[in-house]
């Protein structure tokens, strides 16, 4: 069966010395919530543009969707959350207008947008609890609820590979229980495949079809109850090596 | 009508500054919004360059500024795309080597005199029928092109990476933009000068960006100040016999500046 995302002796250098990922080999199916853990400067977020093509391997393959990763970047099946994401722009971008811009490459170049667009936008508001502030700033939220925004934005968009790199950085402890709850709800309603990169787990854990944990590598890839001195306890020696 | 209320040489001159106060914002709105605002300057002074160019090849200032400007734009968008952190430094190259090459090109074709000035510092109390015409055309593809991106500018402008892995051109809708501001550039020119046109295209969005509750009612509010700048600025011209160019960006600035005293009050208060 083809995989949804397949990453075959994959290397990746930032410049001549700094290498960044070597022989990476990395097998997802559709509908899986994997989580990608590792120390900071293990090249889990290289990991991951390297999975949606945004960056392109020095060597060995990335295929998403069994095409190459970089070709797949056109056709809009992937939602993207970068890490510390955050609206760029001075002017007052309302939850509608962020959520409406995750549909772009979906809507019509010219006129408002589509009926379905429109109930799409809304329904993804209502889903992630912001339906009372649907028309106030971004900017005006808490980091919890800017976070939600992001992701009904992503929602908006139909995807079917969800990307998130550290979304519960700054975000309280409440609001980490939500996120992982609404993320949990949505592979299992949709069937949609999460990739999930963070070092603090702990929200999401129950949810995790599988752990990858990347130091430089793939250090270790498979169910987390398989790990559990690593995963549970940080004292142990070896998982704080990996953890970092 | 509003245009009854000048005098007859006046209209074209007045058609001039309400094309160009709307189209100048509306395209700096996304310079802005992007931490890009010091592009309307380089553009400015490459087109500079190119109105010299022209003077010396015997070529229309406004076409050769056009294309130099293009160009230009075409070529930093393209190299700060690929290496982010050399976009603030190449802009800072293209700037003042478009207005010492400027310099240097009319020098040599003998063309440091008024018409030259004229370029720089704006004559719209000169522009007439057939001027007029070129600067409403470049302004209905300027403001017609961001009608047609308008959300796709808008998904990268917000978040350039996600937009990319969403399935949008990023550097395609980028090099549109860059494009969109040379062609504003060149129809802004004999409105308010090369070198102030860029201040029409950032000031009125800094304002609008004061009051707005929106993205949609920031990129209108701002361009509905630019249309009051260029108009009041050009009406201050006429009765005080001041060059329009100066007066429009000081009407900006000063709308701007009651702008931030209002919203002062209104914290106060």
């Known amino acids: 069966m083809q995989a949804l995302v397949e990453l075959r002796g994959v290397e990746f250098a930032f410049g001549r010395f700094g290498r960044a990922l070597s022989n990476v080999n990395l097998r997802v199916e559709a509908g899986e919530f994997v989580a990608i853990a590792g120390p900071n400067g293990g090249g889990k977020t290289t990991l991951l543009r390297i999975i949606l ?6 060597k060995g393959q990335a295929l998403l969707f069994g095409e190459p990763a970089h070709r797949v970047l056109a056709q809009g099946r992937v939602a993207y959350l970068p890490q510390r994401a955050r609206v760029g722009m001075a002017a007052p971008i309302t939850v509608r207008e962020l959520v409406a811009s995750g549909r772009a490459s979906r809507e019509r170049w010219l006129g408002p947008t589509s009926r379905h667009g429109r109930e799409l936008v809304h329904q993804s508001v209502v889903e992630v609890g912001l339906r009372d502030v649907i028309d106030r700033p971004v900017a005006q939220l808490s980091g919890g609820m800017q976070q939600r925004a992001f992701l009904a934005r992503m929602l908006a968009a139909e995807p079917e590979l969800l990307a998130l790199d550290e979304p519960t950085t700054g975000v309280d402890a409440d609001s980490q229980e939500r996120l992982a709850d609404l993320l949990a709800g949505l592979q299992q309603r949709h069937r949609v495949t999460i990739l999930y990169i963070s070092h603090e787990f702990g929200a999401v854990e129950r949810h995790v079809h599988r752990l990858v944990l990347v130091r430089g590598g793939i250090a270790f890839d498979g169910p987390i109850s398989q790990l559990p001195q690593l995963w549970h306890d940080p004292s142990h020696a070896h998982g704080r ?4 | 009508m509003l245009l009854d209320l000048f005098p007859e040489f006046l209209r074209w001159p007045v058609l001039t500054a309400l094309v160009v106060g709307a189209a100048a914002p509306a395209i700096g709105f996304f310079l802005v919004e992007r931490q890009m605002s010091v592009v309307g300057d380089a553009i400015g002074h490459t087109a500079f360059a190119g109105v010299a160019l022209a003077h010396l090849l015997g070529l229309n200032p406004v076409a050769t500024a056009v294309a130099v400007s293009v160009l230009a734009a075409a070529a930093v968008e393209t190299l700060r795309t690929r290496n982010r952190a050399a976009g603030d430094r ?8 478009g207005l010492a090459l400027g310099m240097v090109l009319a020098s040599v074709a003998r063309a440091v005199n008024a018409g030259l000035f004229a370029f720089l510092f704006g004559s719209i109390l000169t522009v007439d029928g057939p001027r007029f015409a070129v600067v409403g055309c470049l302004a209905g593809i300027v403001l017609g092109a961001l009608a047609l991106l308008y959300r796709r500018l808008l998904a990268v402008t ?6 990319r892995a969403a399935g949008l051109p990023v550097l395609r809708v980028n090099l549109v933009l860059a494009t969109l501001a040379a062609l504003t550039v060149s129809l802004a020119m004999q409105a308010v000068g090369l070198l102030l046109i860029a201040a029409l295209m950032v000031v009125p969005v800094l304002t609008s960006n004061l009051f707005a509750w929106s993205v949609r009612s920031s990129l209108l509010l701002a361009m509905g100040l630019g249309l009051v700048a260029s108009l009041g600025g050009l009406t201050i011209a006429y009765f005080a016999n001041l060059p329009p160019g100066g007066t429009t960006v000081l009407t900006a600035v000063a709308l701007y500046g009651l702008a931030l005293l209002f919203q002062g009050l209104l914290r106060r208060g």
Do not use: H, N, V
Request: avoid cysteine.
């Open chain 2, 158 to 163: 917000i978040d350039d990476e996600a937009a």
């Open chain 1, 241 to 244: 090596e990996l953890l970092g």
């Open chain 1, 53 to 58: 093509g945004l960056l392109r391997p020095d």
């Open chain 2, 90 to 97: 190449l802009l800072a190259l293209l700037l003042y080597t």
